[in-house]
């Protein structure tokens, strides 16, 4: 909460990542939607399975966006989309994992998700990649869907992505494990709104 309170300033959407959810459950989400009634929460809950009740889940614990991987089952992401719109709330589709960028971004296009994040794993970080590549395919092949970048998006790297105007930006460990979380979130609010 203390890392919400820092960077309010200069963040329009507040994640509340994936060990975050496995550490605290949706009972940390539902504390962070109390103390700060009026910020844009995205729940990072890498759905696969049950869609429709773990959006609303979500959602009723303070999520305003919601993420499930491109994974899982058209029947899924369909469900998972429809009950984030009945509750007028965004669904987020995550790419990692994806090897066939193109032809899944098309289909989740056409089932109505709000975004598609290209997504770099920590795992894939560590070997030198970035999200770049993959998120250019996707601008190329949404017509309707807003997009995101995500994954080990650094100061020097975010000018070049940015560049490439996603939608969404999300930055993690390098505003959240920074000694000024306050002043790095500004450093990348400065680099979108000069871009």
Known sequence: MNLSKKTKDS????????PLVINFGLEGLKKIRE???DITLLADVKIMDVA??????????GADIVTILAAAEDQSIKDAVAKAHEHGKEL????IGIQDVEKRAKELDEMGADYI??????DLQALGQTPLENFNKIKATVQQT???VAGGIKEDSAPTIISQQPDLLIVGG????????????KVFKDMIDNA
């Open 11 to 18: 963040v329009d959407v507040f994640e509340y990542g994936t």
């Open 35 to 37: 103390r700060f009634p």
């Open 52 to 61: 429709g009740y773990e959006v609303e889940q979500a959602i009723n614990y």
């Open 92 to 95: 987020l589709v995550d790419m």
């Open 117 to 122: 994040a290209t997504h770099t794993g920590y």
């Open 146 to 148: 807003k997009t995101a």
């Open 174 to 185: 390098a505003i959240s494990t920074d000694d000024n979380p306050a002043e790095k979130a």
